[in-house]
């Protein structure tokens, strides 16, 4: 996959894959929307002391830096399942500059997370846990169940096959009662799949340059 390193609008970095004509992230700012999408409307609404995360579409680590991040600040322990088909190598990942403007993280973290082996559970601090798998998401070997999931696949109609109903309906099967699915998506058909699956969903406003993003519950 190859890909072009660009700024965003918040300052921070992002991929711009050609071939597909997709960024990672928003133009309007990858840090930006990775916080509300992920952390507002995801993480900050698990009312746990523990709190267990899938991650579709690792890419650049944002947005387990900053749940990493956000974990510290509250007190809560993390256990962080990430899985990626296609990952940055050395030269892409140690250019991004999410630590420079977040500035309150120990500096290294994101390399760190970057160079941790894939397939092992890896401790970032003594209250956060995380496990990288390199494969297809329809492939992936979940230790547990999952409290909270951050569905960060490309957009749909570049996608596809990450958003079909079958894979949300393994998903389902994956979450605890109760837990979140979230996404920066609000597109209808992905909507309806997730409902006809047997999640609540609803519409939250989206971050910058989105009015809506998809948020949903597990029965």
Request: net charge neutral; glycine share 10%.
């Amino acid at each position: 996959m190859k890909r072009e390193l660009r700024i965003t609008g918040d300052g921070s970095h992002t991929f711009y894959v050609g071939d597909m004509e997709e960024p990672y992230h928003s133009t309007h700012g990858a840090i930006r929307e990775s916080e509300h999408v992920f952390i507002l409307h995801g993480f900050r609404r698990v009312c746990k002391s523990f709190i267990s995360v899938l991650e579709i579409g690792f890419g650049t680590g944002l947005n387990m830096l900053l749940t990493f991040r956000e974990s510290v600040d509250k007190g809560v322990s993390v256990f962080y399942h990430a899985v990626e088909k296609y990952p940055l190598a050395p030269e892409e990942y140690s250019q991004l500059n999410y630590e420079k403007l977040l500035g309150n993280v120990p500096p290294g973290t994101l390399q760190k997370i970057h160079e941790a082996s894939w397939g092992e559970d890896v401790a970032l601090s003594d209250s956060f846990r995380f496990h990288k798998e390199h494969t297809d998401i329809r492939n992936m070997q979940p230790a547990g169940k999952f409290d909270l999931v951050y569905h960060d696949a490309f957009a749909p109609d570049k996608q596809p096959d990450m958003w079909t109903p079958h894979l949300f309906f393994g998903l389902y099967g994956m979450m605890n009662p109760g837990s979140i699915w979230v996404s920066y998506t609000s597109k209808g058909s992905v909507r309806r799949d997730l409902i006809s699956c047997g999640f609540e969903v609803t519409k939250v406003t989206g971050p910058p340059g989105k009015k809506e993003m998809l948020h949903a519950i597990r029965r």
